[in-house]
């Protein structure tokens, strides 16, 4: 087998691997461009995001004004056994902590009160749109459960994949002569194309 022939199969079985990855990513960019559009759709079911789930007394401890929130995320994620599920935390003023517990079928907001010691536990509603973007966002290696880290190791060999990709194609784009003007027509078209928008954007 030569060289060509040899590209030619990685390329072709590579497409073949990437393409639930390639569909994911195409599929979950449009709510992330029309998100006008789809919050007004939801919007006209008249139907609430978040539903209490609980409410009451709860007493966290002092919070650090400077540090790492996660070990206090970690700790309220598993008072409430949300602990096998990835969580993210954030104050949005000095008198709330809010944890964000979330897979990407289902989502949990708990909301801190730190003076009152009380604590608000919401659940989200499932819409399609917040399950592809967060397909879409899901990356990091924050949460060192198995299944997270693995998700993260197999986006980063799909980004490389991309890459072998894209390089597979040009090395078969060049090995073919005959269709090197329009290639060129193809490369140039793309990367100005990009450079426009990198400059008015």
């Known amino acids: 087998m030569t060289y060509s022939h040899l590209n030619r199969r990685v390329h072709l079985y590579l497409g073949l691997f990437l393409t639930p990855w390639v569909l994911m990513y195409a599929v979950s960019s449009i709510p992330f461009a029309h998100n006008v559009f789809f919050e007004q759709r939801d919007k006209a079911l008249n139907l609430p995001l978040w539903t209490k789930t609980f409410e ?40 709330q902590l809010i944890v964000y517990v979330h897979t990407f079928w289902r989502a949990t907001q708990l909301r801190y009160y730190v003076n009152e010691k009380r604590i608000v536990v919401e659940r989200r509603r499932f819409r399609w749109e917040h399950f592809l973007t967060g397909m879409h966002a899901r990356g990091g290696f924050e949460d060192h459960r198995f299944f997270p880290v693995a998700w993260s190791l197999v986006v980063d060999l799909v980004c490389l994949g991309f890459l072998l990709w894209i390089v597979s194609g040009i090395y078969m784009w060049w090995s073919l002569p005959g269709l090197r003007n329009w290639g060129w027509v193809a490369v140039v078209g793309g990367m100005l194309s990009f450079i426009l928008f990198l400059w008015r954007l």
């Open 56 to 95: 009451g007394a709860y007493d966290l401890g002092p919070i650090p004004e400077a540090g790492s929130l996660r070990p206090l995320a970690a700790k309220v994620a598993r008072d409430f056994r949300l602990q096998d599920e990835s969580f993210g935390a954030y104050r949005p003023n000095p008198q």
